[in-house]
């Protein structure tokens, strides 16, 4: 092992040595990190708050995704406990270390938010949520120090460009009539995975050191093999990116759904609107084929695809349709 490697080992040897009682609070802080959460959020703002806010969030969040993938494959470094027996690994990831998702998306996602809402204490109380869900991972033993610092990097550096020309692209997007639009969502999408083929084309003759397979599998947090060379990651995020922009786009036009209203009925309006995504979601993970094949990633982009269409313009079609909003 390398010095680089015993420097950012003994961080984490000194984070996990403050106590056990840390446990719980920092695997909380890394769960507010997952997609899987911020893909609950987005439906809670986009049905219930601010169309054009979850949107924004949303689009960022799943850019950072899509980008965040190919960034690993180019560096392809290991995460901490697959090479280091000192640490304590109290969870799992099947991907490459560098840079981390959570700091990453975390910076795209809240760092999008603070800019919006424009307040000081919103722009701090979001700047520490953002610091505990990167801390967490070290703690975890899920990634080194560099791994975090590099998130915060391409995450402040994509979170800068949205800021600076977001309203920019969206005149010039708007420029185009409805279904030139729906086609540039697409495109930009497809971009996504055709970087991540690249990315992986440029690493294909960097395979994965079998010790790190071997290392990662005996720890007991591992409840699967790793797999850092996976695009599965990438299409969802494409797909759902492609969904929701092109069902935003439609419902734009459509120009009929509010989300106010009583609490109660955006309480509703969630749950019923939750319970159809998943609904459809596991409907056609248990009809579509799986695996790393052609036909399987093609039935994964129109499955997450079809979950961001769903969030962003069926749903609040059916929401208007049954007088919930």
Sequence with gaps: MNTWFEWGISIINWMQSLGEGLIAPMQF????????FYLSILPALFWCFDISLALRIGVIMLSSACLNGPLKLLFGLPRPYWIGTEIQALSSETSYGLPSGHAQN???????MAADIKRRWATILLAILIFLISISRLFLGMHFSADILAGWFFGGLLLWAFVRYEKSFLQWLFSFKLSYRILVVLALSLAFIALGLAASALTANRPVPEAWSLMAASSAAQKEPIDPRSLSGIISAAATLFGIGAGSLLLAEWNQFKPDGRWQLRVLRYIAGMAGVMIIFVGLRAVFPH?????????????????????????PRAFVALHLA
């Design 29 to 36: 802080f890394s769960f507010l990190g997952i997609e899987i």
């Design 291 to 315: 695996g790393s094949s052609l036909v399987a990633q093609i039935a994964r982009f129109i499955r997450y695809g079809t979950v961001g269409f769903l969030v962003s313009y069926l749903a």
């Design 106 to 112: 975390a910076i795209a996602f809240w760092g999008r």
